[in-house]
């Protein structure tokens, strides 16, 4: 639950508002105008199966509060925790569930729907992990229906167990499996809602990203979305193959001790040994494929998943979803490496500045601050320090691909704005969500009075407009073209937004590639939290 | 974090604000002119062992997040997750932090001091656990310095290890001496933050209510604090007496497999093998002393902790308490069996009504229902389906005695404002709570336009006027007397509020006491959730 401040009354009344599924009568509410629906069940599954239709049910049921999150193999405090407020909800297998926000439940009304895909990795987070996820200001300034939902995760949703039996060819992407389930449901069910399931945008930031691009490479999701929108979830992942996948399956049985022939004993175990046994069996798979940068994801199996498009091309069945893809100004480098030097890095002098870039970008610490200014003149050359250099550079390699293979537009912007935290802070990884969803007044770290409202206003409308459309110019920015692969155009989200030309190629052809280490911290803070960490 | 939408910059710079406590510096925020201060630590410990103070730092420390959540023994979504809308923390063992609300930091401002203690008996819950819990509106309302805190709790907090050593002396009330240690925390640190170490109310609901009853009897909390406050915290349990205590320890021991001898190994047992461990050994001693109805609690060593005051009197050290008692009118009635029939209860008839009475009440139903109606003749006759019988008698029986113990007056209420969820709910355990911190209007279940503003200013002034002067009394309410050992009197807080004598007495004299099954529901409804149930 987002709890906001209330003007009218809530309306949950026995049988008000009640829509009908698949399945039976779900009891909602009515909050300010908005029909809000919870904790929908899209799904059921067992352990390491794909799922399936849920069972129908007799009478109402309600649909009020949000469903179960997927279990994450250890969950603490999160890193960023101040930045970017969380809700941490609770855990258990059962976690098929989709939330609900629209404007009408009129079944002709065919509102476009927008679908949110959760990041965190294919490892953790949930639909309501943070606060700048709430529906319903994204409902209701677009008109638009928005889903979204929760599904299996890390050695739930990714363990390849394929080598012991038919019934667990999937395995190795049950997770997505309940993706494609969810999407499913919405097409059978969305009308209901308002919604039309001919106009489905799926949209989703970081991991939530990296699950848009797998979809986009999963034939069994082809026809249940028709836009597509990847917000800072592109960098440059291995693959996690079915030989790797299969390794880390069969350390995991060695370690519970569950022999091949008894593997059905998997699905009994208590979830916390499971995450153990596959935690260790994933750090000896590390060691035992030190070339593959994997991560728990999809399995590429060449049946369920092809594979990353930027290593094997785009599947021509997508070559018609337009796109919008982007990143922010600092990603993780804002989030880690905050505290180079004491006080604001807006207070630092030229020497600090110049120490500081020799200590993060050594020999060509000078290259790299004339291409940052040449790329961004009018901004503090301390910025520079807190440069992204993760996603962008996977952003890039990615859009430019796409628009030589696909027939639909790709839109590519940028996140630039400064927020106000510790006297002003380059735009981290997660910041754009709130502008998106029409949240950014409720977040604390990023609002600033009067820029906020404006930016969040144009942001939102940009993403509505493309899912009404596919194209998400509107009249109140700048219009936005789309790349070819001639021109590389980027929308800078800022207190001016401006699209700009490959304005940063110079700057990203002489940066280092990849996360940089963490740096030290300013002192004993435990700003942004500590590790994730277990009991 | 409660996201509230933000009209004014937050500050939040490297050097501001910035308090001085005991051991070095601390960072917080400013949100719209509330001084917020969250996650301070008060204290560390070792397992088992009694609090001590924080080691010191340097530089400056963050207190912009909340600090870790006490380990619940399982955590689930929440039985009455919709009524009662919650904020599921990460746990960690290292839980003692508390949070500031204060207008001031004024050295001198001397502010009224009000210490929340949570809920959730003394095995799960935190300080930021509900949304109702958050101190901005109540601080900013009452100009009153607003602190919430986390504590150890069920096993961690209350295993009795005092056989196996003089340094576990305490080990079964390490969780109230947290509490202590905070309260000496505030004594010490609360002047930086502009409150008044000499005027520090200690309120608590259910559980937390169940705290300060502990606090009243635990010398150690002498003089820490100057008025208390118990809502919907009083009941018949019994004693978690030493020897109750040792046999948990005792089995916890074993099921682990440790020898007394080697006692120490405990202490580095993981914590979900430590709670399977005194899960099991908990429910052996509700077996071995099946008339004593212990719960998870201080154990009552005649030391630490000198029992109930309703079984011993109260410590005549407390005689110059005030305090504010009291309960709501359903209770967990209404949480557990709303769903009696189908549709809202206000629409049932009386045919229907009087069969639901005789299924309830059975021989005595014509009996409670005419008592009721005494007792409240503008009520709808169906309520009495819902009416609390486990708070309400522990509330009178121990008013009664401390009319007649305690020099300090004790005054009495009843929230009895019919809820509107459902077509109308009588009061839920827990439902009183937003309507002290002002809150009130965020919480969709009970928000009534109008009524709930007009209540929330009521009740938030007559506990500010209470921890200001220890009287509850103000001008926008009726006059409001202390319970004598003569006079019974009841403030009904309500669309109208009205001081009522002695008016449940008749009815109480022929009601059952202690909680009845939970009833049927309605269908496969999901409505509050399921039972809390770990991974």
Redesign the interface.
């Known amino acids: 639950?987002?709890?906001?401040?209330?003007?009218?009354?809530?309306i949950?009344?026995?049988?008000n508002p009640i829509v009908e599924v698949e399945g039976?009568r779900l009891r909602g509410?009515i909050?300010e105008d908005t029909y809000i629906f919870r904790?929908i069940r899209y799904a059921e599954a067992e352990r390491f199966h794909l799922p399936h239709k849920p069972a129908p049910?007799?009478?109402?049921?309600?649909a009020?509060?949000?469903g179960?999150s997927a279990?994450e193999m250890s969950?603490?405090?999160a890193h960023d925790?101040?930045n970017v407020?969380?809700?941490?909800?609770?855990?258990?297998?059962n976690c098929q569930y989709l939330n609900i926000w629209t404007q009408s439940l009129d079944r002709n009304a065919k509102k476009p729907v927008m679908v949110w895909i959760h990041g965190g990795g294919f490892n953790t987070g949930s639909g309501v992990e943070l606060?700048a996820y709430d529906g319903e200001e994204l409902s209701k300034r677009g008109d638009v229906v928005v889903v979204s939902l929760n599904h299996r995760l890390n050695c739930l949703g990714y363990l390849d167990l394929s080598a012991y039996g038919e019934e667990y060819r999937y395995s190795g992407n049950a997770g997505t499996a309940d993706l494609v389930a969810a999407l499913e449901w919405v097409r059978d069910n969305i009308a209901a809602f308002g919604g039309d399931p001919g106009n489905v945008t799926i949209f989703g930031q970081s991991g939530g990203g990296g699950k848009v691009r797998v979809l986009l490479q999963t034939p069994k999701a082809d026809g249940l979305y028709h836009k597509a929108i990847i917000e800072s979830g592109i960098h440059f992942d291995g693959d996690y193959t079915t030989e790797v996948a299969q390794y880390v399956a069969a350390g995991t049985l060695s370690y519970l001790g569950i022999e091949p022939a008894d593997v059905k004993k998997i699905e009994k175990i208590?979830?916390?040994k499971l995450a153990r046994a596959a935690s260790k069996a994933f750090a000896d798979a590390k060691k035992q494929f030190p070339d593959n940068d994997f991560r728990w994801m999809s399995v590429l199996d060449g049946d369920y998943y092809l594979g990353q498009s930027m290593k094997r091309g785009f599947r021509p069945e997508t070559s018609g979803i337009p796109m919008i893809v982007g990143s922010n100004l600092g990603e993780s480098e804002t989030n880690y490496n905050h505290f180079l030097a004491?006080?604001?890095k807006n207070s630092w002098d030229d020497a600090l500045i110049r120490k500081l870039m020799k200590e993060t970008y050594g020999a060509i610490a000078d290259t790299v601050a004339k291409a940052f200014s040449h790329a961004y003149p009018k901004r503090n050359p301390a910025d520079a320090l807190f440069l992204d250099r993760n996603h962008r550079p996977g952003v890039r390699h990615f859009i430019n691909l796409r628009s030589k293979q696909a027939a639909a537009p790709v839109w590519n912007y940028l996140f630039t704005l400064e927020l106000?935290?510790?006297?002003g802070t380059t735009a981290w990884h997660n910041a754009e969500e709130q502008y998106v969803f029409h949240?950014a007044?409720?977040?604390?770290?990023s609002?600033?009075?009067g820029v906020t409202e404006e930016l969040q206003d144009i942001m939102c409308d940009a993403w509505v407009s493309f899912a009404r459309t596919g194209n998400p110019n509107h009249v109140k920015m700048p219009v936005w073209n789309a790349v070819t692969p001639d021109h590389y155009e980027t929308m800078l989200f800022d207190r001016k937004c401006e699209m700009r030309s490959d304005h940063d190629g110079e700057l990203y052809s002489i940066m280092p590639i990849g996360r940089r280490p963490v740096a030290r911290r300013?002192?004993?803070?435990?700003?942004?939290?500590g590790p994730r960490?277990s009991?």
């Open positions: 639950m987002f709890p906001k401040k209330l003007t009218r009354q809530v949950c009344e026995p049988d039976g509410l909050v904790g049910w007799e009478g109402v049921k309600d009020i509060i949000f179960n279990p969950t603490g405090i925790a101040y407020p969380h809700y941490y909800y609770p855990q258990d297998e606060y208590p979830y916390y004491e006080g604001s106000p935290v510790n006297g949240n007044c409720y977040i604390e770290a609002y600033i009075p300013r002192n004993a803070s435990v700003l942004g939290g960490q009991l």
